[in-house]
Nanobody, 121 residues
Framework: VQLQASGGGLVQTGGSLRLSCAAS????????MGWFRQVPGKERELVAS????????YYADSVKGRFTISRDNAKNTVYLQMNSLEPEDTAVYYC???????????????WGRGTQVTVSS
């Protein structure tokens, strides 16, 4: 499976962005999908995840109420709607998949190229 994140950019504080992650392969709907972010010098952190059919979601405390993860299995795509963006959200955002329900990055795989999100103050 190959994953490609897109939709990043430069936005002012309080603005919004919508990230997309397109996946190749036939097993997309059977995998948990996660959005991660990483800043230089820090570990990659899970921002949000969604179960295979979209019935269950997880959000990091830092983004609850501001970010929404969703997926369209017909399009093999997972989205991250980011509202009320803050400078602390600045990072490279990645998508990845997991075969099990987990919040641990080490159980996710098929990391694609990330997309840069920069929030100016």
């Amino acid at each position: 499976v190959q994953l490609q994140a897109s939709g990043g950019g430069l936005v002012q504080t309080g603005g919004s962005l919508r990230l997309s992650c397109a996946a190749s392969g036939r097993t997309f709907s059977s995998h948990v999908m996660g959005w991660f972010r990483q800043v230089p010098g820090k570990e990659r952190e899970l921002v949000a995840s969604i179960s295979g059919r979209g019935a269950s979601t997880y959000y990091a405390d830092s983004v609850k109420g501001r970010f929404t993860i969703s997926r369209d299995n017909a399009k093999n795509t997972v989205y991250l709607q980011m509202n009320s963006l803050e400078p602390e959200d600045t990072a490279v955002y990645y998508c990845a998949e997991s075969s099990i329900p987990t919040t641990s990055p080490r159980f996710f795989h098929s990391w694609g190229r990330g997309t840069q999100v920069t929030v100016s103050s």
